[in-house]
């Protein structure tokens, strides 16, 4: 009988020690990164295989499915009038929404999202929530709970949200560095509005750059396209600050899956799908996600700061292949030359100078953009980074501080009077409709109008602008609907009137008298 008494004494001495252990775990939670949560949640978890000794699908399928959540978003379209084919299409194509419906009707459109901690903290695309005057998420047991944006970045294309809920289903983040070319992974999303759908593929490539992010910053201006007429030269751009290191995969991605999850076959989160190459808007065989390793740092500094703490090394710099290093008149065909040094940044702090070749990061070998960009994405000011750099056929390794301001170096353009240019809408011969934040997305534009209709036998007609093309700026003004349009029309830097958008062969601008 006393032996049973201390064998319950002992049970229930454990049973408290446990509860209160929790507890105590559970109080110190909210102080917890992200990273941290998932290490505490996942640290006894580990992953399942099938008996053949190979992760199974099924399994992944079933562990990733319910923290993969629907994402509802409205706009306020910001206009009135009918809405006309061309955007219909748009709309119908890339968010879906508002067909037939006067413009003035909010429009909506909808993604997919990732849960990473049980208390509703959720990562989707910068593109799925931007400009949203409402955000809804429906959970996997059909819950509805309104979301609100903790922090967005466009030149990663992130975001972090955050729903008021417990006990949520999570994804296990992992390691994407481990992420190999022809491994096999899965796509979870919420594509074309359809409910929860998981399909599998390999990753087809790693470091993958497609230009979508920082398109429309990439324009000339007014004043770069005005020295280009007159000299022949091309201007000299800063470099965008977009970071993309895509990981490409088969595995079909269409409009909704954005934000959704690319797992590896554990069900583990490598990538934050995003984007598709195709030339319809739906799948034609590649998608593109975002490195889960880059995103735990973006989405650390949304939880901590709201917004994205970046260093820079303070270059710019250009790609080598056979091509160019013909043109520079150098041997070297791999590795970043170094255009230009900005002023007061860390590369002009070490040394760097132009014409160096940047040949590693962190002894490991850099050929492209994203073998820098994601790298340095990843750290913050104040951070160092180990540079190898080719001079004069001599490498030298160079420490470099990284820098918080993005703009050293960078002098402000002078402002010019302004000139009357003439131009009315009359003259135009068109008429405009504000673009949908899907439409702008597809495109990479933060600004734009769709021409809906073209009058024969004036301006836009003779320059055979048709209907359903993207508008973004006017006289180096954004627009976004027809009264900008009008507003930006009268007057310009040098009397002459010039329109810049996006169109189905890419960036566009043409300047008339």
């Not at 110190?28 to 199974?56: I, M, R, V, W």
């Not at 594509?191 to 087809?204: K, N, R």
């Not at 790298?375 to 420490?399: E, F, H, T």
Request: hydrophobic fraction near 40%.
């Amino acid at each position: 009988m006393k032996k049973i008494a201390l064998i319950v004494l002992a049970a229930f001495i454990g049973g408290a020690a446990a509860i209160g252990g929790y507890k105590m775990l559970e109080n110190k939670s909210s102080d917890l990164t992200l990273t941290e949560k998932q290490n505490l949640l996942f640290a006894s978890n580990p992953s399942t295989t099938a008996s053949t000794g190979l992760p199974d699908f099924v399994q992944a399928s079933a562990a990733v499915s319910p923290a993969v959540v629907h994402i509802k978003t409205t706009f306020s379209s910001g206009g009135s009038g009918e809405s006309s084919s061309p955007m219909d299409m748009m709309e119908e194509f890339f968010g879906g929404g508002s067909r037939g419906r006067r413009s003035r009707v909010p429009r909506a459109a909808s993604g997919s999202g990732v849960i990473l901690t049980p208390d509703g903290y959720i990562v989707t695309n910068n593109h799925v929530v931007e400009n949203a005057e409402k955000i809804q998420v429906i959970l996997s047991d059909r819950r509805k709970v309104q979301a609100k944006v903790i922090g967005r970045d466009s030149n990663t294309d992130l975001a972090l949200i955050k729903v008021d809920a417990t006990d949520l289903p999570v994804v296990k983040m992992g390691n994407s560095d481990n992420v190999q070319v022809g491994e096999w992974v899965l796509a979870v999303g919420f594509p074309l509005d359809l409910q929860t759908t998981v399909t599998a593929g390999i990753v087809s490539a790693k470091s993958r750059q497609i230009g979508i992010l920082g398109r429309e910053r990439q324009q000339p201006t007014e004043e770069e396209y005005e020295e280009y007429q007159r000299t022949g030269k091309i201007p000299v751009r800063s470099g965008n600050p977009a970071i993309e290191s895509y990981i490409q995969t088969d595995a079909a991605i269409n409009p909704g899956n954005s934000g959704g999850a690319l797992v590896n076959a554990n069900g583990e989160l490598v990538g934050i799908n995003s984007a598709i190459a195709s030339q319809t808007g739906t799948n034609e065989g590649y998608g593109f996600a975002i490195p889960v390793n880059l995103a735990k740092k973006i989405l650390e500094d949304f939880k901590k700061y709201g917004s994205v703490k970046r260093g820079y090394v303070g270059v710019t710099f250009q790609e080598l292949n056979a091509d160019v290093a013909e043109e520079l008149k150098i041997d070297d065909v791999s590795g970043l030359y170094v255009s230009d040094v900005l002023p007061n940044g860390g590369a002009a702090a070490a040394g760097i100078k132009k014409g160096d070749i940047i040949k590693k990061v962190d002894g490991k070998e850099v050929f492209n953009s994203p073998d820098l960009q994601e790298k340095i994405g990843r750290m913050s000011p104040g951070d160092k980074v180990a540079l190898s750099v080719a001079r004069d056929g001599k490498l030298q390794n160079v420490n470099v501080t990284l820098k918080g301001d993005a703009s050293i170096g960078v002098k402000p353009k002078p402002v010019l009077a302004a000139r009357t240019t003439g131009t009315t809408l009359d003259k135009l011969g068109a008429t405009f409709a504000p673009a949908s934040a899907a439409t702008k997305a597809k495109f990479g534009a933060k600004s734009g109008v769709v021409v809906t209709a073209v009058e024969e036998g004036k301006l836009f007609d003779s320059f055979d602008i048709r209907r359903g093309l993207l508008v973004t700026a006017v006289n180096g003004k954004p627009v976004n609907s027809s009264k900008d349009v009008e507003a930006a029309l009268p007057t310009s830097r040098n009397g002459k009137t010039t329109i810049s958008g996006i169109g189905p062969n890419g960036n566009y601008t043409f300047s008339f008298n």
